[in-house]
């Protein structure tokens, strides 16, 4: 009996152990430190080569990407020559391996290799990074051209001109219902009417002499950059892109225009298009609006990132702890409300059934404008940029580099700092609930928005008219009045 109450004692002596540590609050994260990865040393060689590093400790495997800017098809006058160099570099031969042995050595090493006109990869062990870069590096700059690959295209072509049969009539286009939207949302754009006909691949009179030419000419080194990845030195790094690349000669410098693209809304209040699906049992939802002035890269975007984690991005979001927790209106429903290189665009999607059609966007709308006129909660902030930084930095690693590619590769073209990876984490950090506020008033817009329905109009008609102007069409773009 003595041994029960002994037990006895212990049991609740647990629980009450247990609930003082309930009633604690739980302990404060550490202050944020700079991550040590993410780093990126800019590297130049005399030949206009340029080069970022991405030095990774203790890894044993490399990745090299290499990109190199050309003019695409629609500007190139020899397009003849450069579908042929592309034929050359498919084949993977070169000069130093004539019979097929890239393909075999790649194998044998495990690694990855292709070249290209745009570039291409090399991975591999970084005990192997010497006789890959020299097997990459032959396959780049010396591919195998011969009078064969013209002969080969010269009698394609002459099979698909003898083929091509000329319409009298032009061909009624497609309904598009992206197009409609567009137009809502920027208005009709204007047609361009081409003086110049549609480059043609001419290859009559060319020889093996013109298209080696050719490569020389649009192959150059101070057009290309290159991204390491692995654990090198700067100097290592150096040595080892002089010893493979240095060789490589520079030719006319290729201006790429600016990435951004300004793009302003016209649409004033709220638009609903719909299109008929007879026989669907549920509605497809989107919203789409025009942030406006959210550029790629712009000086707000983690705020924005943020904002859009909280609105809809995540199962702890506004839309889907409303839409599909409390009210099993839909299954899923995600937003993207991110910046674009013409100004950002905001989305929200889902499915419902249709006589729910309604108050799911109903919801959708409430949802919008909270977030515009109150602020959100410090535990709804933190749970957001946890998560975010979590996913961030699990992705810097070097198993699969893409955010040091990226990066490197728009860097030069955004003007962005050489530690712009390794600050990300802390500019998280500093988003508070007033930030929240602010980018939600200006960019989370259900006013000036186009509201686009796939259901059955049967069922939905007269049901949506309160939230603002309503177009129907049929499946083949008819409208129904």
Known sequence: MKNIYILIFAICFSFKAIAQVDRSMPPEA???????????????????????????????????????????????????????????????????????????????????????????????????????????????????????????????????????????NTPKRPFSIEKIIDSLLFGNEKKVIETQEKVKANYNGLTVSDIENFKNDRIVSNNSLIVVVGDFTEKECKELMMRYFGAWKSGE????????????????????????????????????????DAYTYFKDDIKLQVLNEIF??????????????????????????????????????????????????????????????????ASDLKIAKNSLIGSYTRSLNAIAPIPYITFAMQKDDYNLPDDYLQSKVEKYYAVNVDDIMAMSQKYIDPFKSVIYIKGKVSELKGTLEKFGDVIYFDEKGNTIE
């Open 253 to 292: 410098p290729y201006v790429k225009n600016s990435p951004i693209n300004k793009k302003t809304s016209i649409i004033k209040k709220r638009k609903i298009v719909v299109v008929d699906a007879p026989n669907a049992v549920q509605s497809d939802i989107s919203f789409r609006w025009h942030l406006g």
């Open 312 to 377: 809809g991005a995540s199962q702890l979001s506004y839309l889907y702890k409303n839409l599909r927790e409390d009210k099993g209106l839909c299954y899923f429903i995600r937003s993207s409300v991110g910046a674009s290189a013409v100004g950002g665009r905001g989305t929200v999607r889902t499915s419902v059934r249709n006589n729910q059609t309604a108050y799911a966007i109903e919801n959708i709308i409430l949802e919008m404008l909270r977030l515009r006129n109150g602020k959100v909660s």
């Open 30 to 168: 550490d202050e944020p430190v700079k991550l040590n990865v993410g780093k990126l040393i800019p590297i130049q060689l005399d030949n206009g080569l340029r080069i970022y590093l991405a030095p990774v400790k203790e890894y044993p495997k490399f990745t090299i990407s290499v990109n190199i800017e050309l003019p695409g098809y629609d500007e190139e006058e020899r397009l003849a020559e450069k579908k042929i160099l592309n034929s050359a570099y498919s084949n993977k031969l070169s000069e130093k391996y004539p019979k097929g042995e890239i393909d075999s050595i790649s194998n044998y090493y495990g690694a990855l290799l292709n070249a290209s006109m745009y570039g291409g990869t090399i991975k591999g062990m970084k005990q192997d990074v010497n006789l890959l870069l020299d097997v990459y590096v032959d396959a780049l700059l010396h591919p195998v051209i011969t009078d064969a690959y013209i002969q080969k295209r010269q009698e394609e072509q002459v099979e698909k001109d003898k083929k091509k049969i000329s319409k009298v």
